[in-house]
Every structure is written in C-alpha cells, then in structure tokens.
C-alpha cells in the first residue's frame, strides 16, 4: 500500500514522460527506422532489457501484451470496438498504448480498447510507450487514464474513483485534483456507489442516467427500486423523477398515522402481522376509521414469500 500522495505531486505528465504528443502509425508492420534503432530486435525477455526511467517508444507484438491490474471498465462493446477498428485500418493507431514490462510481457496501463481494436483490425504490432513504474504509480495511471475518458458509464467512474482513492490514502479534494473535476462531481459519483443493487444495474446498463440515480439516492432501498422500476416503465425525464421523489418523500398528513389510545386494537394488529411478515409492515389509521395496510419488500425473492402467505397458490 503506497502512502498518502505517494508520487502523485509530480502529475500525470511527470509519470508518462514530457512525450505524450498522439503518435499517429499508419502501417504497425513497417516501423521507422528510429524506433528500430531504439529496440532490440531478438524479441522476448530481451525486449524489455535495460529500459531506461525515460518512456520509450516501441512497437510490440500484441500477443506480448497483457491486460492492466485496475482496468475500471466493465464491459467493452463490440460495436465501439468494430468502430475503432476500422477507424484502425483506416487511419493507424494514433496515439500509443501504455505499457510497463511484467516478467516476459508488458502489462496494459492505458489503451486496452486500442490494444484489442489494433487486433481486431489484423495489425501484428501497436506502438506502445514502455514505462518503468512502481505498482501504485501504474495504479494510479491506469486509473486516472480512464477515469478522464468520456465514455466510462458513471458507475465505472465511480468505482475508479474510489479505487483511487483507497489505494492512495487521499481526500475528495485530492481525488478531485488529480482527475481534474470538481469536489462535488467526485463526491457524487462515489454516492451512486450506495445505490440498490437493481438501480445500480439499470444505471450500468442506460436504463437510468446519472440525474435519474442522484435524485434516487435520496430514498431508501425498497422505494429506490419501486421509483426506479417507475421511472423506466414510464419514461420519466430526471425533472419528472425528482418530482416524484419528493412526492414519495413528502410526510403523511399527522391525521392519518395518528394513533390515539383509544385504539390500542390498531397497534395489536400491526404487531400481528409484522410477526407474519416482518418489520416492513405498517398501518396507517385516520380518525375517520379509514386507513392504509403498508407491505413493503427489498427484492422479489421477499415478495413472493409474502404473496404465497396472503394467497398461496
């Protein structure tokens, strides 16, 4: 575990080398003839022989690289990588990927969507910038790589974030500085973190946008699902769902969940039934004698233990 700041105050720049200008390669398989000079040709261990602290720039052959330890994206679609790859084959690789030298092979700090795109284009060898750095700089690198890349859902950046975060010890604000957001755009993405497991899914999967999941946040598990389930069913802009929840949120009128003690029978009877069903259940009684019997359920699972209680089949 590295320490709070541990090689962060020299900035992404300091760790990838001054060089980080896109380096455009139309044809991986004819390198010029410095980078030939600039790597030795016998290929394997030798590669990675004697690197220097300076980035090299280097063509390697794809099998030779590896995926990074703290790759945050989740799921990469084969439509984007189909696109990239013909944008490949028509315009080469633009800007290198970033590697570091792992026993016999180089293990992916940034670029795995180029790395596997270049393949999928036929390409033999991408150029990679080889860099020497300690497990917590690659850390740190790989993550801040993907983080500040725009088409990460917000989970995924969320998940980055605090990946970052608890490897390096470090406050929102650092967190913050290092990513180049706000403290609050950090904060709220690492929120979405505490979503329901379901909402967290059709946030992942672009059923739900980030407003729809903040404005959620602010209820408990079982309407944060019911909202959820709400919002998508009905197509709700995120104005239309932080509408509704500040209707689900709004305190019932006193008159309806007022118990008197005249009515003893009333809290006997949600006692009764809170042993059948457990503590989600409640009864809402107005003095006029209407009411409302309340049945709340976490997950489906719960939901048809309760239906199979009220009407077994």
């Avoid at 945050?72 to 590697?99: K, N, W």
């Avoid at 850390?139 to 608890?166: K, S, T």
């Avoid at 690492?190 to 999941?213: C, I, N, P, Q, T």
């Avoid at 005249?262 to 209407?290: C, K, N």
Wanted: glycine fraction near 6%; proline fraction near 5%.
């Amino acid at each position: 575990m590295s320490t709070k700041k541990r090689g962060l105050g020299r900035g992404l720049d300091a760790l990838l080398g001054a060089g980080r200008q896109p380096v455009s390669v139309s044809s991986i398989d004819e390198p010029t003839i410095e980078s030939w000079l600039s790597e030795p040709q016998s290929g394997g261990s030798e590669e990675q022989a004697e690197l220097s602290a300076v980035p090299t720039l280097r063509f390697l052959d794809v099998t030779l690289i590896i995926p990074g330890m703290a790759q945050p994206r989740q799921v990469i679609e084969p439509e984007s990588l189909e696109q990239l790859a013909a944008s490949i084959r028509q315009q080469g690789v633009m800007q290198p990927v970033v590697v570091r030298p792992q026993g016999d092979k180089f293990e992916l700090i940034a670029g795995e969507r180029r790395w596997r795109a270049s393949q999928l284009a036929g390409l033999d060898k991408v150029p990679a910038l080889v860099r020497q750095v300690s497990d917590a700089d690659a850390l740190v690198l790989a993550l801040v790589e993907n983080i500040q890349r725009e088409d990460l859902n917000p989970l995924e950046q969320a998940r980055a974030l605090q990946r970052l975060q608890e490897s390096s010890q470090l406050t929102q604000q650092e967190v913050a500085d290092i990513v180049g957001k706000s403290r609050s755009a950090v904060a709220n993405l690492l929120r979405l973190l505490s979503l329901e497991d379901s909402v967290k899914l059709r946030l992942e999967h672009g059923d739900l946008e980030m407003g729809h999941a903040r404005a959620l946040l602010a209820l408990t598990s079982a309407d944060q699902m019911m909202a959820a389930e709400e919002v998508v069913a009905r197509g709700l802009s995120v104005r239309q769902t932080e509408a509704l929840v500040r209707k689900l949120l709004a305190p019932v009128p006193e008159q309806t969940v007022k118990m008197t003690a005249a009515e003893p029978w009333i809290e006997s009877h949600q006692s009764r039934l809170q042993r059948l069903f457990g503590d989600s259940v409640s009864i809402r009684h107005s003095a006029r004698g209407s009411g409302k019997l309340i049945i709340e359920y976490k997950d489906v699972e719960q939901l048809e233990k309760i239906l199979n209680q009220v009407a077994p089949e």
